[in-house]
């Protein structure tokens, strides 16, 4: 099916294979983007374990778990539109690095001198 994607949905291939919309951003910070596949996992794992989630304090049944499933987004909108009203977000640190002034500046001193050396 997918080899068949440029002629059965061109506008999805484009977005895909053009556009580079082949990954999912959580935050604006630069080289943060994952695949959609680890992003899905990655929030429904932090979900299930987390204070709250499912598998704290309640149980584990097929029906438990598939009315958590089906109710994440409905909870996630609940929360997005609670901090914009209130201006309460939750802050993360830094967690690139690489992304620092001093690492950036060291990286641009580094090209240059391979540029020179070039």
Known sequence: ???????????????FAVNGCHTVHRSDRPWTGIWTDLGIEQILMWSLKSRGGLTRGRGFTESVRLTWIYTMHQC???HNSM?????????????????GDSRVNRDMLDQKKVLAWL
């Open 1 to 15: 099916m997918i080899h068949e994607l440029p002629e059965t949905h061109p506008w999805l291939y484009e977005q």
């Open 76 to 78: 996630a909108t609940v």
């Open 83 to 99: 901090t914009t009203l209130t201006g309460v977000h939750q802050k993360t640190s830094e967690q690139y690095t690489e992304m």
